[in-house]
């Protein structure tokens, strides 16, 4: 089953607290996972992305964590700002492919001063 | 460097109607990709281009969906004929090649509604 299971799909948080969405997918032939942010309007784009056998990733105020046993792996955004209100998408990449993601469903997050 | 350029950024058509979308990837990038992203969901993958050719279209509908990517670098999609449920952002991306992870670079779709 190709597929990645998001939650939640909407989180409102405080400015400066850190909302947490998480992400499970079922099938192992996956080999890279990475975040995009959309704002409305816009197209997705790359936030920032893991590979399986790394535990845990950080740029900046995002970290990516990832349970491979689990098969689950969370975005965790630091000192939140209102600038980050946007819809996030988990995705995972299809190994041996031609570098096709499959997308979670989104969770709209607003950050509120 | 200039993004991923999409026209027109929203269309208004009849149920049965034809329609066409148009994508310049950004220049050099071998791969494009067209999703169709449902409000509220994620982008779902419709069909992935390598230079000219096509490597997945396993989610086309192809009874009324079709693509092409002329010379390896502009590419339409068109549906013919639209129904309800074709209502949504169809998003074209774009990416250096395969191999190791490549950061697909997405326009700012087309917003088609369906009436």
């Known amino acids: 089953q190709q597929q990645v299971k998001q939650s939640p799909q909407s989180l409102i948080v405080q400015k400066g607290g850190i909302p947490i969405i998480n992400c499970a997918y079922e099938?192992?032939?996956?080999?890279?996972f990475p975040w995009y942010q959309q704002f409305p309007g816009k197209g997705p784009a790359l936030l920032i992305a893991?590979?399986?056998?790394?535990s845990e990733k950080k740029e900046g105020r995002f970290t990516i964590s990832f349970n491979k046993s689990a098969k689950q792996f969370s975005l965790h955004i630091m000192d939140s700002q209102p600038g980050d209100s946007a819809t996030y998408f988990c995705?995972?990449?299809?190994?041996?492919?031609?570098?096709?993601?499959?997308f979670g469903a989104g969770t709209r997050l607003a950050v509120h001063p | 460097e200039a993004g991923v350029a999409q026209s027109p950024r929203y269309k208004i058509i009849e149920k049965r109607q034809s329609v066409a979308f148009w994508c310049n990837p950004i220049?050099?990038?071998?791969?494009l990709y067209w999703y169709q992203q449902i409000l509220g969901q994620g982008p779902k993958l419709l069909i992935q281009?390598?230079?000219?050719?096509?490597?997945?279209d396993s989610q086309l509908p192809k009874d009324r969906f079709s693509a092409e990517r002329l010379k390896g670098v502009d590419s339409t999609l068109k549906i013919q004929p639209a129904k309800l449920e074709d209502s949504a952002v169809y998003l074209c991306?774009?990416?250096?090649?395969?191999?190791?992870?490549?950061?697909?670079?997405f326009g700012p779709g087309t917003r088609l509604t369906v009436t």
């Open positions: 281009f390598q230079n000219n050719g096509v490597v997945d």
């Open positions: 995705a995972a990449r299809i190994s041996g492919g031609y570098n096709k993601l499959i």
């Open positions: 220049s050099g990038h071998a791969t």
């Open positions: 991306a774009s990416s250096p090649g395969t191999g190791d992870f490549h950061e697909q670079y």
């Open positions: 893991i590979r399986p056998d790394v």
């Open positions: 099938n192992t032939a996956f080999d890279y």
